[in-house]
């Protein structure tokens, strides 16, 4: 009735099921070596077809961007000026803020208030970008209209601060982390020495926080630079190298969305540009995420700055 | 302010204290023809509750200037509350609530208006764990309090040799200040905490078991250093340590369960102590 | 011996001396009415945190105030059209009904897989820690990259066109790390000691996860699974760079026809410049934010009880 195996055999051969079962697990976890993989050598290949076409200086030594016109030029930092301008404006708004709120939450907020403004800060982060897109064309550029001379129907600010919002609970819940992190004890030691409470903040607790802050900057960077929605929708579609945030321009992104919206046949140079571009902002989110990644890691190894 | 003795006394413990009898009444101050020395800060019913728990229940007692005391009891006797309560460090904590007064130079710290930050310029802390801020070199530890107070420094070298020297530790540092305060030794640790806390040059010193975390040679220097110090500070520490406490301290108060059972000088407590529950604490038959 | 009473002297000359007690109070839980530095510091970081919530809400407003009207029968269950009146989201809804069943068909098998041997047979070593290196690095990898991917490797190398199931592939490959994370999360919920009493049965590794580990943790797995559906749903650049029409007047048939996604058709309609497709828009985005409600819901719901029933 049972499966109990004869007393003197205590060896238990491991049943084959059992490694045909880790094996197969194996193979999923694998999956995400080889997602990484794919994505890799999807950028490269094509990217290796691109520069046959066009040289490193046409890429790089020139700030127009223009592959689908008659007359074509191919400098990245046209885009790349876009993607930054776009990025820079958003960090601005989301780094005060969410440095700003994150100190609410850690240093005074009582737990019934943190339990349930940051969860609501949370949702922030939930919401499908191509509603924020669309609020920053309906709502936001309009508003801006007001007071900014000169602002056109699509620019980088009024996507920026929308983008600015949304990676707002990145920083502001990874930096309440790091504040958190510091010990109880360095506060009181710093109330005993007659601080008061903003003293303590700004002086003992900020430093002490400091890497696990500029890490969430980081990831925020990261996730504004790979945004594609709200620049897609509100930020234009012409490729421009400009520090104007008033007129329309095109990020990294929002050139693949335009040149997957259309009819590029595959095998062509303007199917390539895709690869380079998409290549390009590969490097780009590969580099912050590894700095903030390196950052936190002085964190947890407890470094003393 | 003076306190000499007239008379011949026994010798006590403490070498150089000699013989005097304890301080006055909780809120007097300035000196007095009868051989008592002054009280820095007095305790006059003091009570003290974490939420709705007791933890002190109607302390009185003075705390000599310019002598050590030290406050023994068995662990959760509420040595550690009533010395937080010294400097308005226990109303930090949520829930935390204090009835009664306490005197630093005749004035209640707890009255209406009073600035328990300021307090905490004159009365100054070491706790039990050293707690240098690690984001910051030596020399801005020691300077740290200053810095918080927003007091501006004129002599800003001078302050740090000074203080540190009080806290014997200028010798091991004195090449090595911009290196960070987290590297040291546990009791290097601790000796910069004190001597970041005596850079304010306060009046009163509270130590929270200084030892307790640390080695027994750590220990042994930071018990001299304390011996040293208490000629010019008042000091007030906390030990669950009789034999530091006979140690270190001129006069005594023995905690328990919240109450204050009996203080008098140490010798006093240690050989000839007047309750029950005195006596067999240090005797060892509880505790 | 008294002291002076100095009255808030803030700074002083030298060091150490001493200041008097002065009236005015500065606790950190202080006397109400005076205006310091401190408070207002305080009051300038709790409108920090309330701004964007703010935000949120006029958003919310703005979305209801041009689509409520909109919002009709009619709305759900017509195709889109030339005329911003006559257009319905009906082929946007089912495409992403369909996309959501496929992409969970795929993912969860596979993240729930990685996840558990992850958790329960990996020994910690070289090639562990490589997998855990990259799976949070593709968590920090732009969606849009996914898409290209995808098109490289779905559409045109496996040739499966621009389907739903190259939409749901590609989809599910970006859903991946967080499945995974989430599904380690419910894992480590049963306590090590349910498994020992496991093996101290009797069973091997398989069984105990199967009978036991899993049975505890699906709660868990399930919530998660859920969370990252409510993600997937509002995702468009990847599907858009793999081909995801924006104007499709029918509903997907089968695994390899043409789709749309209510994301993409929003997305179509706000890029268009006549004011009554923005109103179409809004109306999208309230269905959006509707059907994300409805899964966080779910997914919070599912996760208190999962919490009760343990407790």
């Known amino acids: 009735m049972t499966d109990l195996l004869p007393h003197?055999?205590?060896?238990?051969?491991?049943?084959?099921?059992?490694?045909?079962?880790?094996?197969?697990?194996?193979?999923?976890?694998?999956?995400?070596?080889?997602?990484?993989?794919?994505?890799?050598?999807?950028?490269?290949?094509?990217?290796?077809?691109?520069?046959?076409?066009?040289?490193?200086?046409?890429?790089?030594?020139?700030?127009?961007?223009?592959?689908?016109?008659?007359?074509?030029?191919?400098?990245?930092?046209?885009?790349?000026?876009?993607?930054?301008?776009?990025?820079?404006?958003?960090?601005?708004?989301?780094?005060?803020?969410?440095?700003?709120?994150?100190?609410?939450?850690?240093?005074?907020?009582?737990?019934?208030i943190r339990h349930v403004l940051k969860p609501a800060v949370e949702v922030l982060a939930g919401i499908p970008t191509v509603i924020y897109g669309y609020f920053a064309l309906v709502f936001v550029t309009p508003l801006l209209q007001a007071v900014v001379p000169g602002l056109a129907g699509f620019n980088a600010l009024g996507a920026g601060i929308v983008m600015g919002i949304m990676i707002l609970p990145i920083i502001a819940s990874l930096s309440e982390d790091a504040i958190h992190a510091v010990p109880d004890s360095l506060r009181e030691g710093a109330f005993a020495l007659g601080g008061g409470r903003l003293a303590t903040i700004r002086?003992?607790?900020?430093?002490?926080?400091?890497?696990?802050?500029?890490?969430?900057?980081?990831?925020?960077?990261?996730?504004?630079?790979?945004?594609?929605?709200?620049?897609?929708?509100?930020?234009?579609?012409?490729?421009?190298?400009?520090?104007?945030?008033?007129?329309?321009?095109?990020?990294?992104?929002?050139?693949?969305?335009?040149?997957?919206?259309?009819?590029?046949?595959a095998g062509t140079l303007e199917y390539r540009t895709l690869f380079a571009v998409g290549m390009t902002l590969f490097v780009f989110t590969m580099m912050l995420n590894t700095a903030s990644h390196y950052l936190r890691h002085r964190v947890l190894k407890g470094a003393t700055l | 302010m003076s306190m000499q003795s007239?008379?011949?006394?026994?010798?006590?413990?403490?070498?150089?204290?000699?013989?005097?009898?304890?301080?006055?009444?909780?809120?007097?101050?300035?000196?007095?023809?009868?051989?008592v020395p002054v009280s820095k800060m007095g305790?006059?019913?003091?009570?003290?509750?974490?939420?709705?728990?007791?933890?002190?229940?109607?302390?009185?007692?003075?705390?000599?200037?310019?002598?050590?005391?030290?406050?023994?009891?068995?662990?959760?006797?509420?040595?550690?509350?009533?010395?937080?309560?010294?400097?308005?460090?226990?109303?930090?904590?949520?829930?935390?609530?204090?009835?009664?007064?306490?005197?630093?130079?005749g004035q209640d710290i707890y009255a209406e208006g009073i600035n328990p930050v300021r307090l905490r310029q004159r009365v100054g802390m070491v706790f039990q764990k050293p707690n240098p801020f690690p984001t910051m070199s030596i020399r801005e530890n020691v300077l740290a309090g200053l810095r918080l107070q927003k007091v501006r420094i004129r002599y800003e070298d001078e302050v740090v040799e000074q203080a540190l020297g009080q806290a014997a530790l200028w010798e091991e540092v004195k090449d090595v200040l911009d290196r960070s305060g987290g590297n040291l030794s546990g009791g290097q640790q601790q000796r910069l905490c004190i001597a970041r806390a005596l850079a304010l040059e306060p009046e009163v010193l509270l130590m929270d078991e200084p030892c307790s975390a640390l080695d027994p040679i750590a220990t042994s220097k930071i018990e001299d250093l304390i011996a040293e110090l208490s000629d010019r500070y008042t000091i007030v520490i906390v030990t669950h340590n009789m034999q530091q406490a006979s140690r270190v301290a001129d006069y005594t108060a023995f905690l328990y369960l919240g109450r204050l059972i009996e203080y008098g000088t140490t010798e006093a407590i240690f050989q000839n102590p007047s309750c029950k529950e005195t006596e067999d604490y240090i005797t060892g038959r509880f505790g | 011996m008294s002291r002076p009473h100095a009255t808030n002297v803030v700074g002083s000359d030298q060091p150490g001396e001493h200041r008097g007690l002065p009236a005015r109070s500065n606790t950190p839980r202080g006397n109400a009415g005076t205006l310091t530095p401190e408070r207002a510091f305080q009051a300038i970081c709790l409108l920090a945190l309330l701004l964007p919530l703010l935000l949120l809400l006029v958003l919310i407003g703005q979305a209801l105030a041009g689509g409520w009207d909109r919002l009709t029968w009619g709305f759900l269950t017509s195709y889109p059209s030339r005329f911003p009146e006559q257009a319905g989201i009906l082929p946007a809804l089912a495409g992403s009904a369909c996309l959501m069943l496929l992409t969970a068909a795929l993912a969860i098998p596979i993240g729930?897989?990685?996840?558990?041997?992850?958790?329960?047979?990996?020994?910690?070593?070289?090639?562990?820690?490589?997998?855990?290196?990259?799976?949070?690095?593709?968590?920090?990898?732009?969606?849009?990259?996914?898409?290209?991917?995808?098109?490289?490797?779905?559409?045109?190398?496996?040739?499966?066109?621009?389907?739903?199931?190259?939409?749901?592939?590609?989809?599910?490959?970006?859903?991946?790390?967080?499945?995974?994370?989430?599904?380690?999360?419910?894992?480590?919920?049963?306590?090590?000691?349910?498994?020992?009493?496991?093996?101290?049965?009797?069973?091997?590794?398989?069984?105990?996860?199967?009978?036991?580990?899993?049975?505890?943790?699906?709660?868990?797995?399930?919530?998660?699974?859920?969370?990252?559906?409510?993600?997937?749903?509002?995702?468009?650049?990847?599907?858009?760079?793999?081909?995801?029409?924006?104007?499709?007047?029918?509903?997907?048939?089968?695994?390899?026809?043409?789709?749309?996604?209510?994301?993409?058709?929003?997305?179509?309609?706000?890029?268009?410049?006549?004011?009554?497709?923005?109103v179409n828009a809004a109306a999208g985005i309230l269905v959006l934010l509707a059907i994300m409600l409805v899964f966080n819901s779910v997914a919070i719901g599912l996760r208190a009880r999962f919490r009760r029933r343990l407790a």
């Not at chain 1, 790089?60 to 223009?66: A, L, P, Q, S």
């Not at chain 2, 006394?9 to 051989?35: K, L, Y």
């Not at chain 3, 499709?248 to 706000?270: G, Y």
């Open chain 1, 203 to 265: 002086r003992v607790v900020l430093p002490t926080a400091f890497s696990g802050i500029g890490a969430s900057v980081i990831i925020g960077i990261s996730r504004a630079v790979g945004e594609t929605m709200i620049v897609a929708i509100a930020a234009g579609q012409q490729p421009r190298f400009t520090f104007d945030p008033r007129v329309p321009i095109e990020t990294m992104t929002a050139y693949i969305v335009q040149v997957s919206l259309g009819d590029t046949p």
């Open chain 1, 8 to 112: 003197h055999d205590l060896r238990r051969r491991r049943a084959v099921s059992e490694r045909v079962v880790a094996g197969l697990l194996l193979l999923c976890a694998v999956l995400s070596v080889a997602t990484t993989a794919g994505i890799i050598l999807v950028l490269s290949a094509e990217t290796v077809g691109f520069f046959r076409e066009v040289s490193f200086v046409q890429f790089f030594g020139d700030t127009e961007w223009t592959p689908l016109f008659a007359e074509k030029r191919f400098g990245i930092w046209a885009l790349v000026c876009g993607t930054f301008l776009t990025s820079a404006i958003a960090v601005a708004t989301a780094l005060p803020l969410g440095v700003l709120a994150a100190i609410y939450l850690s240093e005074y907020a009582g737990d019934r």
């Open chain 3, 112 to 278: 729930a897989g990685a996840a558990i041997y992850l958790e329960e047979y990996a020994r910690p070593g070289r090639l562990t820690w490589f997998i855990e290196v990259n799976i949070s690095n593709l968590a920090g990898v732009p969606s849009i990259l996914y898409g290209l991917l995808g098109l490289e490797l779905f559409v045109r190398a496996l040739q499966m066109g621009r389907s739903l199931l190259a939409g749901a592939a590609t989809l599910a490959l970006l859903l991946l790390p967080m499945v995974i994370m989430v599904s380690r999360e419910a894992l480590r919920t049963v306590p090590q000691s349910t498994r020992e009493a496991c093996y101290a049965l009797g069973a091997d590794r398989w069984q105990t996860i199967r009978r036991v580990v899993l049975p505890m943790s699906l709660p868990g797995i399930l919530t998660g699974i859920i969370l990252s559906l409510a993600r997937a749903i509002g995702e468009t650049a990847p599907l858009i760079t793999i081909g995801a029409l924006t104007y499709v007047a029918f509903v997907p048939d089968s695994l390899h026809s043409p789709f749309t996604a209510l994301p993409i058709q929003i997305f179509n309609w706000i890029s268009r410049p006549q004011a009554g497709f923005h």
């Open chain 2, 43 to 105: 305790v006059e019913n003091l009570c003290a509750w974490f939420g709705d728990t007791e933890v002190l229940k109607d302390i009185t007692l003075p705390v000599a200037e310019r002598r050590s005391t030290a406050v023994i009891g068995p662990s959760g006797c509420g040595k550690s509350t009533f010395i937080r309560c010294l400097n308005r460090m226990h109303e930090v904590v949520r829930g935390a609530r204090v009835a009664g007064r306490v005197f630093l130079d």
């Open chain 2, 6 to 35: 007239q008379e011949p006394q026994p010798s006590t413990r403490s070498p150089h204290r000699a013989g005097e009898g304890p301080p006055a009444q909780a809120n007097s101050f300035g000196g007095n023809a009868a051989n």
